[in-house]
Nanobody
Framework: VQLQASGGGLVQPGGSLRLSCAAP????????MGWYRQAPGKQRLFVAV???????NYADSVKGRFTISRDNTKKTVHLQMNSLKPEDTAVYYC??????????WGQGTQVTVSS
């Protein structure tokens, strides 16, 4: 596994969490980095992406609540998640996609939003 994800946990509705994904320089410097999530019994879905140039895109369900960012010094991508809802509960996966469309996945990190 080349991508190391961390930061998941249990949080109450309305709370915040920050996920982090560390990548080797060979991937981080060239690939678009993103997050996907998979709820139990459902497909893995796109959440957010940031390109090597810093452009971002978000799923409609998280726009205005989640922010993806890159720390070029630490070769890490962060997903700041605010105003969390129970429907955000899922395993979150870090993803790197190169210019050829080839994916690298990290291990998942569980996010549970519950009172």
């Amino acid at each position: 596994v080349q991508l190391q994800a961390s930061g998941g946990g249990l949080v109450q509705p309305g709370g915040s969490l920050r996920l982090s994904c560390a990548a080797p320089g060979s991937i981080f410097s060239t690939d678009a980095m993103g997050w996907y999530r998979q709820a139990p019994g459902k497909q893995r879905l796109f959440v957010a992406v940031i390109t090597s140039g810093g452009s971002t895109n978000y799923a409609d369900s998280v726009k205005g609540r989640f922010t993806i960012s890159r720390d070029n010094t630490k070769k890490t991508v962060h997903l700041q998640m605010n105003s969390l809802k129970p429907e955000d509960t899922a395993v979150y996966y870090c993803n790197a996609r190169n210019a050829y469309g080839s994916d690298t996945w990290g291990q998942g990190t569980q996010v549970t939003v519950s009172s």
